[in-house]
Each structure stands twice: as structure tokens, then as C-alpha cells.
């Protein structure tokens, strides 16, 4: 089930809460994916979901940034300000060439999807051979996933070894996991004022167990095909010069 994407907007723009979460998931982003010119230069950074407050950072370095929104979601301009670069898609059916995107990024995608698989292989479609992806999702034993007054609240919740897993069917190779969002999700001042201590020692103290989300980053690696009959052509490389050991044995 798709959230609303104005109830998402409200979420992330209009609360005090939404903007720590965003800013706490963003950050974590950037950590992970620098928004410098030397990381960025000519990639396409795509974003899918509800990812346009994460893409930000990148759309004065990176080549060009998307954000798709899926049809039952809705769509919203973004970013404010500036030339729109969100469309609006079907799930599994993305108004991109195959191959074009560098950089991929799902937020509130993969775990509110009908069709996680499809949406998977579309995700391997239109990224690039040796192109990221970082998949975000609510953690199943952290805070925020029991709590559906927030975004997180809604959809499937993953373990790490679930979303491993199912990444893996899909054909992607998981390179590193993260986690984000250690700061309880309440609207109290105190944790809110609070939000950058817990995001820089909540994993070092507790992991993966309290964070509100999961990161996976996954790269797509594509074999080179291989030519028939190359096989029987590299064992006998110097056929061309048979005969000619028994030509100079004959009389000079």
C-alpha cells in the first residue's frame, strides 16, 4: 500500500520530526555517497519513491537527478525553486533507458510495493553495469516500524538478512549495509533537540537493533558474454604456421 504523497510532504516539510528524520537519513546518505564533484561528476543520480529529500545534495554536482514517483503515490513538484525533475511512473515501468542511471536510490518504495520483484528487476534494468543502488527501508526491530504515525509505519519491514536475500534473487551483488534514524520517533523538544547525539552514537552503541532504517547498497555486475567457439580458437593459436618445420628439413 502507497502512502500519499502529500501525506509524505507534510511528513518531511511540515514537521518537526520529518525534517530530523530526513536530515538524520541524508546525512548517512552522503556519508556513504559524497556529494563532491569528484563523486559525482556526469552520473545520474535516480531516486524512486519518496527519495527526493535525500537527492538534494547531489543536484549541484552529479550530471543529472531524477525523481520518479510511483502512480499510486502521486506526485510533486520538486525541487522547490528550481526546474522540476520529479515524473511520475508506473511501479515496474519506469520512463528511463535501459542502463542510464549511475547512482539509484529507493525510499519508501520497495516495502510499501505489490510487486517488490518487479520493482527489483526494473531497478536492474535501468541502472548500469557496475552502477550503486542504495535501498532504504523500515528495520523490523527498530523503533519506527511499529509507529504508523510516521511513514515508517506503513509496508513490509526487513531484516537485513531479508533484504539481503531478496537482492540477491534479483541479481544484485550486496557491497555494504548501514542504518540511520536512532532518534525515537516522538515529537517531544527534548529528543528532537537531542537528534544529532543519538545519530552519531547510536551505532556504536546498539548496531542495527534500534535504528528506524536499514541501508543496503548493492552494485550491478554484468559478465561479458562469451564468443563461440573462442575456446577451440585460443588452444591452437599457431595453426597457420603448421608445415613448416617439414618444409626446411627438405633440401636447401
Not at 169 to 180: L, T, Y
Not at 191 to 201: D, H, P
Amino acid at each position: 500500500m502507497h502512502l500519499d504523497v502529500l501525506d509524505l510532504r507534510n511528513f518531511y516539510y511540515r514537521t518537526q520530526l520529518g525534517r530530523a528524520a530526513q536530515k538524520a537519513i541524508r546525512d548517512r546518505l552522503t556519508e556513504l555517497w559524497p556529494a563532491t564533484p569528484g563523486e559525482m561528476a556526469g552520473q545520474t543520480v535516480v531516486g524512486y519513491g519518496f527519495a527526493v529529500p535525500l537527492l538534494r545534495p547531489y543536484l549541484a554536482t552529479a550530471r543529472r537527478v531524477i525523481g520518479l514517483m510511483p502512480s499510486d503515490q502521486g506526485v510533486m513538484p520538486w525541487p522547490a525553486g528550481m526546474p522540476n525533475v520529479s515524473v511520475l511512473c508506473e511501479e515496474a515501468r519506469w520512463p528511463l533507458e535501459t542502463g542510464m542511471a549511475d547512482r539509484l536510490v529507493l525510499l519508501h518504495g520497495l516495502e510499501v510495493s505489490d510487486n517488490p520483484d518487479l520493482l527489483l528487476e526494473e531497478c536492474w534494468r535501468v541502472l548500469g553495469p557496475g552502477g550503486r543502488a542504495m535501498l532504504i527501508v523500515p528495520n523490523r526491530s527498530g523503533l519506527w516500524a511499529p509507529r504508523e504515525t510516521t511513514p515508517f509505519g506503513f509496508g513490509r519491514p526487513y531484516t537485513l538478512g531479508q533484504l539481503d536475500m531478496q537482492c540477491r534473487r534479483a541479481g544484485f551483488v550486496p557491497e555494504r549495509h548501514a542504518a540511520a534514524l536512532y532518534i525515537p520517533p516522538s515529537h517531544r523538544r527534548f529528543w528532537l533537540r537531542s537528534a544529532s547525539m543519538w545519530e552519531r552514537f547510536g551505532g556504536r552503541l546498539t548496531g542495527l537493533i534500534a535504528a528506524g532504517v536499514l541501508m543496503l547498497e548493492l552494485s550491478k555486475q554484468v559478465h561479458a558474454p562469451r564468443r563461440p567457439g573462442l575456446g577451440a580458437t585460443v588452444r591452437r593459436p599457431m595453426s597457420v604456421l603448421e608445415g613448416v618445420g617439414q618444409a626446411a628439413a627438405g633440401p636447401v
